[in-house]
């Protein structure tokens, strides 16, 4: 099955700084990235996606780039603020595939502690 | 629109006891996915319904747990009887049936299971 593989596991950036998480994947089927902010005592909140057909996007402070050759993705957050302090998880999964096991299901990294300090 | 909901938000039960757990996906989302979180770990996932059916169950850990969603509507998450290693944060998540959109999936805000 898929294996998803994040770093780093905490990060402390300065406010205004950037910061950067990677993740890379195992299966080389899969073919949508989503990365999720969850913040204390809340579920996971989807904050950006990539298909395996582009190979960045971005919206507004936050991008994601994706190189499906080495089979890894990133997270860049520019301009940091202290609300972007969360937990940050990213996550792989094979779309299109309706039968039998490994449908929709998402295979999550361990998450990153973003820490932004004013 | 209301996003997705899930009952309780915590329960503390012990070791042999029956523990039910509920979400409410968002409103029309027909797809529904459980996923937890045991301490330390990463996100896990359970299964997955389309409207009433199980369209993909390989990550439930044994028949301790049993999943439901008669109408097609919510879903309950059923331990019986509860383990210590069943401790942790049970997520659920929905996204619409829609060409382009059903791989979105939007999380609840979990339920966090402890048994002692």
């Known amino acids: 099955g898929e294996n998803v593989e994040q770093h780093p596991s905490t990060l402390s950036v300065q406010e205004g700084d950037s910061a950067v998480i990677k993740c890379t994947y195992s299966d080389s089927a899969s073919n949508y990235f989503p990365w999720y902010k969850q913040e204390l005592g809340k579920g996971p909140q989807l904050i950006i996606d990539?298909?395996?057909?582009?190979g960045e996007k971005k919206d507004q402070r936050i991008a994601v780039t994706l190189n499906k050759t080495a089979k890894h993705f990133s997270l860049h957050i520019t301009e940091t603020q202290p609300e972007d302090s969360a937990v940050y998880f990213c996550?792989?999964?094979?779309?299109?595939?309706?039968?039998?096991?490994?449908?929709?299901?998402?295979?999550f990294g361990k998450g990153t502690k973003l820490s932004v300090i004013p | 629109e209301a996003g997705v909901t899930q009952f309780p938000s915590h329960s503390v039960i012990e070791k042999g006891q029956t523990v039910t757990l509920r979400c409410d996906p968002i409103?029309?989302?027909?797809?529904l996915y459980w996923y937890r979180r045991v301490m330390g770990k990463e996100i896990k996932f359970l299964l997955h319904?389309?409207?009433?059916?199980?369209?993909?169950e390989s990550g439930m850990p044994n028949n301790r747990f049993l999943a439901e969603r008669t109408g097609g509507t919510y879903s309950t998450l059923k331990v019986q009887p509860a383990e210590l290693e069943d401790s942790g944060v049970y997520f659920c998540?929905?996204?619409?049936?829609?060409?382009?959109?059903?791989?979105?999936?939007?999380f609840g805000p979990g339920t966090r299971l402890t048994v002692t």
């Open positions: 998540a929905s996204s619409p049936r829609r060409s382009g959109k059903d791989h979105e999936q939007y």
């Open positions: 319904f389309v409207k009433e059916s199980k369209q993909d």
């Open positions: 996550a792989a999964s094979m779309t299109g595939r309706w039968s039998g096991a490994g449908s929709y299901q998402l295979t």
């Open positions: 990539i298909r395996s057909n582009v």
């Open positions: 409103s029309g989302h027909d797809n």
